[in-house]
């Protein structure tokens, strides 16, 4: 478990910032698909 604490803290803010930013095209992206899975 200390793995998964020790990766989460090597990551910056703006990692996670990004990541969040991105969410909304993402969504998009899957609604177009109808859920289906896409790379």
Same mark, same amino acid.
């Given at each position: 478990? $200390? =793995? +998964? &604490? @020790? /990766? !989460?803290? &090597? $990551? @910056?803010? &703006?990692? *996670? %910032? %990004? /990541? !969040?930013?991105?969410?909304?095209?993402? =969504?998009?992206? +899957?609604?177009?698909?109808?859920?289906? *899975?896409?790379?």
């Amino acid at each position: 478990q $200390k =793995w +998964v &604490s @020790d /990766g !989460i803290a &090597s $990551k @910056d803010r &703006s990692f *996670y %910032r %990004r /990541g !969040i930013a991105m969410l909304p095209e993402r =969504w998009e992206r +899957v609604a177009a698909n109808d859920g289906k *899975y896409f790379d």
